[in-house]
């Protein structure tokens, strides 16, 4: 034995929790998000978000980039990229 507990998590959708009400409203929060941007939609969790002291350039940044719910995975790995380019950058100065 490896030591190395085989735990094995769910997506909530696949769980008994996820419920067709939460299917609708998520295909329905994603609709939205196409029309509006993902910086008004989330205008209730920046207060929360600040407390973990990103800076406003960073937060700000990221929500700009993000075109829909779906693609913040991808807004995320653009911003890291970025932000290493510069770092390494700066560095090398």
């Known amino acids: 034995m490896s ?18 009400y939460d299917h609708v409203f998520l295909k329905a929060l994603r609709s ?14 920046w207060n929360r978000w600040r407390a973990g002291n990103p800076g406003d350039d960073v937060l700000f940044g ?12 991808e807004a995320a790995e653009r911003m890291i990229e970025r932000e290493t ?9």
Not at 3 to 20: C, D, Q
Not at 32 to 45: A, D, G, I, K
Not at 62 to 73: C, E, Q, S, V, Y
């Open 3 to 20: 030591g190395k507990r085989n735990v094995k998590s769910a997506n909530v959708s696949h769980t008994e929790a996820y419920t067709i």
């Open 32 to 45: 939205v998000s196409r029309v509006f941007s993902v910086t008004q939609l989330t205008r209730p969790f």
């Open 62 to 73: 990221f929500l700009g980039t993000i075109r829909n719910l779906d693609d913040w995975p």
């Open 85 to 93: 380019a510069a770092f390494a950058a700066e560095r090398a100065r």
